[in-house]
């Protein structure tokens, strides 16, 4: 699986991005599929994941209410909409995409392939 993220940007505090993830291949479906970023001197952090189904979403402490992610398994594509944007959330966002079990879903080394990133940046 091939994934190619997109949709980061400068925006404003308060204001909303949306990024999206287009997969290749046809066996999108089967993944579950999460979002991580990156900011600067940190580590990689978990941000939301769905099911392969999308009936089932999980997020981040800090995202919750502010972040939905989605996906349309009929056009291979992942979605994270951000909402309420800070400061702190400027990164670099990745997806990813696993077979690994729903338990596992939080953890980047569960995941077996990735997208380049994408740069979103917060400005006060």
């Known amino acids: 699986v091939q994934l190619q993220a997109s949709g980061g940007g400068l925006v404003q505090a308060g204001g909303s991005l949306r990024l999206s993830c287009a997969a290749s291949g046809r066996t999108f479906s089967s993944y579950r599929m999460g979002w991580f970023r990156q900011a600067p001197g940190k580590e990689r952090e978990f941000v939301a994941a769905i099911e392969r189904s999308g009936t089932t979403t999980s997020y981040a402490d800090s995202m919750k209410g502010r972040f939905t992610i989605s996906r349309d398994n009929a056009k291979n594509t992942v979605y994270l909409q951000m909402n309420n944007l800070k400061p702190e959330d400027t990164a670099v966002y990745y997806c990813?995409?696993?077979?690994?079990?729903?338990?596992?879903?939080?953890?980047?080394?569960?995941?077996?392939?990735w997208g380049q990133g994408t740069l979103v940046t917060v400005s006060s």
């Open positions: 990813a995409a696993t077979k690994t079990i729903w338990g596992l879903i939080k953890n980047l080394h569960a995941y077996d392939y």
